[in-house]
């Protein structure tokens, strides 16, 4: 079987690497954690593009494009080009008939120059006037056929793209062929209506007509959306115009398409094309601001570009109710931007059905959600971050290396010595034992018996073999560690003043660090987050990323300490670890039927009842660390207080080093332990 390779075309960049999805989630996730939907994050994320692919546009990028293209399209030239032209044209062949006319001194002459000089001021009238009269300058009769054929051209151009090319030369046949088309065309789309149209009547249509149709349509479907957009085109084109210039170029336009017999024709057509596109935006008048006359089929084109580039506009911006990359018309996109364009708003549609696919949004009534494994993903690049800062000296573990066999296994072994627990690596004392040499050569006697203690056999078979002896130096034990458990209880102050100081998405980002921390490096541990405002919850990793700050007032310490309390008290034998993130002194307490007591400043109970539970932490020896989010004076007393009557330590970082803070000090007293 042979291959053949040939220069790369169209389509997409067949070497380009895949996309990883779980960047864009990570860009996503920075959204996310500062309080934005997955909704709004996934549209971020659209409009910058994709994060690590310095070829692929995001919306943005293409909608400035799209922007730039439309001022370039209004500033081209103005939309009366024909009108120009054809009048021009028109005085032309006049004074040429003039000049003819002036030297003949007969009352012929002076006829003709009075038909002249009462010559309608309206282009049309006079066109239609002077198609009966008898030039008697061949350069006038020259001139006059040469602005007949350019409105001919120019009429049949604005409705089908290229036919001014095909027109180029003034054939009879040619134009018998245009009608022939248009009626074939027309009894065509009159089958389709009826529902008795197939696909092989568009290709035979096409084999005759192929090259009065230079967009190459596959389908009538094709062929009928091209027809009406310039169509409507066309209509916008005669609405932009002044009313005076309107009907003076309706009435070539008539005039024209009444001399070349397709006035019925045209209006069948145009009654169809409007009958399946009545969406397109068939009198709306557009303004160009060029200087430059612009001829009809060129005016055409100018604001069927126009009208696309809006439409595109209006699809990129996503900003309608129910907006998808869907709604972007990707054939309006390649013929406005290219076909790296296309490419590029490909790869952004993949994005969220790769999100789903690979299970990282979950697409609830209608509503896009994060699931757990995303935000296990977002954890586990906070916890990354984290690390990228911390120095490689203060990070790693406090390891117990003679766990016993209910340890984890290093890799590596040592000799054995008496008392050990851990697993014989039967391997290396295997080894030890053959390199000490003490191997005796043994005839086998049927079949091999069982090894005596101390001694292992070796072969099954009737030949002599060898029994390695093994002495109490060759016991080699496989090394383990051990990581003692530990309760790790993480409050943090859900209040709004922590979305008000810019500090809420640090917060939310720390504790899901933590959380990846503990899962991954210590599975041992028990971990619990407790949010609290004018009331604490525990908080589930699920439901860390998608969290929001509580609209209410109450910094509730004391319920926190409460429900942390209970945690550790169910993990006795465990390490207790307790970090309180906050940005304010506690403002309220719980009261003994449930209820939440707030006031500022903070009152005596509140202080009391919370100074009592962490005196409780103090008793279960916990210590308490305090991250402290601001530099409020009655928050410094508080913490000043809580960490002389614990002992713990009191930090005071900045939003974006809280999770190095936190992660770094939690290693410190795993190891420390």
Known sequence: MGYRYGEYHDGPDPLAPPYDVR??????????????????????????????????????????????????LRERGRLDGTLDRARSLLDKAIGQERGELFPDPSDDARLREATLDNLPDDTASAIQELSSYEWR??????????????????????????????????????????????????????RDA??????????????????????RP????????????????????????????????????????????????????????YARRPDLAWGTPERLTGEDPMGM????????????????????????PGARLDDVDEAAVRRALGRSAVDDLDALKRIERELEEQGYLLRRRGKLELTPKAVRRLGETALRRVFASLDAGRRGDHDQRDAGSAGELTGSSRPWRFGDEQPIDVVRTLVNGIRRGDASPRAHEGRSAPSSRGTLARGRDARPHSRVRLSVDDFEVSETERRSAAAVCLLVDLSYSMALR?????????????QALVASKFPQDAVQIVGFSNYARVLQPDEL??????????????????????HLDRHPDFEPVVLVVTDGEPTAHLMRNGRSAFEWPPSPETLELTLSEVDKMTRRRATINVFMLAADDRLKEFVDEVARRNGGRVFSPSADRLGEYVVSDFLRLRRAR
Do not use: C
């Open 502 to 514: 810019g500090t809420w998405a640090a917060a939310k980002q720390t504790a899901l660090a933590l």
């Open 545 to 566: 990323a998608g969290l929001d700050w509580d609209m209410v007032q109450g910094t509730n310490l004391h319920h926190a300490l409460l429900i942390a309390g209970r």
């Open 194 to 215: 009826q529902g008795a149209h197939t696909q092989s009547d568009f290709d035979s249509f096409m084999s005759k007509y192929e090259d009065m149709f230079p967009e």
């Open 218 to 273: 596959r389908t009538l479907e094709e062929l009928v959306d091209i027809l009406a957009r310039r169509a409507a085109a066309t209509q916008r084109m005669l609405a932009s115009l002044t009313p005076r210039q309107r009907e003076e170029l309706n009435n070539l336009i008539n005039q024209t398409l009444d001399q070349a017999g397709l006035s019925e024709q045209m209006r069948r057509l145009g009654d169809s094309l």
């Open 137 to 190: 300058s061949a350069a006038a009769r020259q001139t006059f056929e040469e602005l007949r054929g350019l409105l001919r051209r120019e009429v049949l151009d604005a409705q089908f793209k290229g036919m001014r090319d095909a027109l180029a030369n003034p054939d009879p046949a040619a134009m018998e062929r245009v009608r022939q088309m248009m009626s074939d065309l027309n009894d065509m789309l009159e």
């Open 297 to 320: 089929g060129d005016a055409v084109t100018a604001l069927e570009e126009l009208a696309d580039l809006t439409q595109l506009e209006a699809a990129l911006r996503q900003d309608y």
């Open 23 to 72: 960047a864009a989630l990570d860009e996503m996730g920075d959204a996310i954690l500062s309080g934005s939907t997955p909704v709004h994050a996934l549209r971020d994320l659209l409009k910058r593009g994709l994060p690590g692919a310095e070829d692929r546009r995001g919306l943005d990028d293409m909608l400035r494009e799209v922007r730039r293209r439309r001022r370039e």
